[in-house]
């Protein structure tokens, strides 16, 4: 009897044990509030400009106001774990979804971050899944206005923010040209790809103030005695490196996602899908830079910015798109709990399709932030965008501006 409870109590302490050894933290942002837009151009060029492809889109001018989410952050719900294997390695997870507070389509989709890996103290980690790009990574520390889901940043662009809290994106952040037609990689167009899918990440710990990472995905497919056989082949490759060193910060990254399908015309259209492996697209490759650093002088931290993105198509040169674009930026608490930024950025598209030109554009933001506490903070925030017409004949883009101002509060936990 003494026997049986004495192994009784050593298999609940092993467990108890084992139990303290693993760790799971739910976390996650809710940002609700107020948001309004307008926009001004012609109609075919705004919808060009906006990404929106489909009739009915957006109109010579309009606006919109309402109540709405995520404009300072996107909301969102996450669970990350991490279990002690011994010895300083560990293994983690973590699993994101997107929120929708208002309830509307999507409200709950884990589209964001999902993977899985292995972590040693000292050294750093690896891990496999959906994860943020090597660019996203370095940015989220060196953007003044945090990386908000308003227009008017010219590194961390979007399309307008409607009082839905969804995105007018469509096809021009990911289109080049077809043999018929070139969409423009334009302000209202993703300047970089945030996440990709199987993806393996590896990054090092922090070593006398540099840190470093590493980023892979392939998505490769092989079919025979097939309609259209052939290989499709899908890579990711992106690096990025980050120095700290006393109030000055530094960092560089650069991606590329190439895409080959031997069965497909040289002239098929590249689409992106979000920047996933598995829907790279076809000929056609996408390289990003990016650089910045930051200077903390106490009473203010300045920002500088600066990224490029090459889209062509590999079997023929003379179909392409480039978007490169400059930003200063400037954040400084007033008060303890009061911080105020502004961002002033200026960039160019440019096409390599003939009977087109380039297009000029600059872009705005202003804001502030009052917290409450460490978790939860009101804010009021504008941008603003203007793109110059290019003047082409074929595929270009006509002027059109637009703004977005938004006021709410955001609680993390």
Known sequence: MKKSLLAVAAIGAFASAAQAQSSVTVYGILDVGFVGSHYSGTSTGANASMGNSTSGG???????????????????????????????????????????????????????????????????????????????????????????????????????????????????????????????????????????????????????????????????????????????????????????????????????????????????????????????????????????????FGIVKTYAQYITRKVFATADNSYGSQRSAYQLGAKSFITPTISVYATYGLGKSSYAQSGTAYANFRTAQLGSDYYLSKRTNLYVAYGSFNQSSNGATTGGVSGVSGMNYAAGVRHTF
């Open 58 to 296: 957006l109109a010579t001018n309009g606006s919109s106001a309402g109540f709405g989410q995520s404009a300072e952050s996107t909301s969102r719900l996450g669970f990350k774990g991490k279990e002690d294997l011994g010895g300083g390695l560990n293994a983690i997870f973590t699993v994101e979804a997107a929120l929708n507070p208002n309830g509307q389509a999507n409200a709950f989709a884990f589209n964001r971050q999902t993977f899985a890996g292995l972590s040693k103290n000292g050294l750093g980690f690896a891990a496999i899944g959906t994860q943020y790009t090597p660019i996203f990574d370095v940015m989220a520390t060196t953007d003044a206005a945090s990386m908000n889901n308003l227009v008017g940043n010219a590194i961390y662009s979007g399309s307008l923010q409607s009082t839905t809290g969804t995105y007018n994106t469509g096809l021009a952040p990911y289109t080049t040209a077809s043999s018929t037609a070139s969409t423009s990689l334009n302000e209202a167009s993703s300047a970089y790809v945030t996440r990709a899918s199987n993806a393996l990440k590896v990054q090092s710990e922090r070593m006398g103030g540099f840190q470093a990472q590493a980023f892979y995905a392939q998505s490769n497919q092989s079919q025979s005695n097939t309609v259209g056989s052939g290989a499709n082949n899908n890579t990711v490759f992106g690096v990025n490196a980050d120095y700290v060193w006393n109030k000055l910060n530094v960092v560089a990254a650069y991606q590329t996602f190439r895409a080959q399908n031997g069965a497909a015309a040289p002239t098929t259209a590249y689409t992106l899908a979000n920047g996933t492996a598995g829907s790279l697209g076809v000929n056609a490759s996408d390289s990003q830079t990016y650089a910045a650093a930051t200077y903390d």
